[in-house]
């Protein structure tokens, strides 16, 4: 007997602001879709939505606070932040000024399309401190693409700790690369 393969979309909708944004989840995995902007981007299914809203921003995080099935080290977010610049030229400029950055132990930066659309990756530890005089400062893992779309900018910024595991590494860098924007608008 022959089956046919299909799938049913799931769609949610929250309003932030005068923007909606819609989450779509579809047998490949969860979908963000920004239509004020008009681009999407996956992850995977055992990645969540973060509860916390913003006008521009959208976070997920491949764990729930109260749940520890994730260990702490392996505990990332993706920031999903969009940027409307004064011109297509500014948002250039940023990218060019990330370019220029020199390559170091501490910092890489890679340039790359995405979706047809210029984009840099930069790469590097980040320190918080604790605020505490005694404390050790906590370091980061912080991997973030910039993807131009005319004067609008997406900035993907993650963030894990130093010793993560490569496959939460991968699983960063694949949903950062998975933005796909709509044709023709």
């Known amino acids: 007997m022959f089956k046919k393969a299909f799938f049913i979309p799931i769609l949610t909708t929250?309003?932030?602001?005068?923007?909606?944004?819609?989450?779509?989840?579809e047998a490949r995995g969860p979908v963000y879709r920004n239509e004020k902007f008009g681009y999407t981007v996956s992850y995977p299914d055992h990645w969540f939505t973060s509860r916390l809203q913003y006008a521009n921003e959208f976070e997920i995080r491949n764990y729930v606070s109260e749940d520890p099935q994730v260990p702490a080290r392996n505990r990332a977010l993706v920031r999903?932040?969009?940027?409307?610049?004064?011109?297509?030229?500014?948002?250039?400029?940023?990218?060019?000024?990330?370019?220029?950055g020199q390559n170091t132990p501490k910092q890489e930066h890679q340039t790359l399309a995405i979706d047809g659309h210029?984009?840099?990756?930069?790469?590097?530890?980040?320190?918080?401190?604790?605020?505490?005089?005694?404390d050790t400062p906590t370091f980061y893992l912080a991997i973030s693409t910039y993807i131009?779309?005319?004067?609008?900018?997406?900035?993907?910024?993650?963030?894990?700790?130093?010793?993560?595991d490569e496959s939460v590494i991968q699983e960063i860098i694949k949903i950062e690369e998975s933005v796909k924007f709509d044709k023709g608008g």
Do not use: C, W
């Open 14 to 25: 929250f309003i932030v602001g005068e923007e909606a944004i819609s989450m779509q989840q």
């Open 80 to 100: 999903i932040v969009d940027k409307v610049n004064e011109s297509a030229e500014v948002t250039d400029r940023f990218l060019d000024s990330l370019v220029v």
């Open 118 to 134: 210029r984009a840099v990756r930069v790469r590097g530890k980040l320190v918080y401190p604790t605020g505490s005089s005694i």
């Open 148 to 164: 131009a779309d005319e004067k609008h900018m997406i900035s993907l910024e993650a963030s894990a700790p130093v010793d993560v």
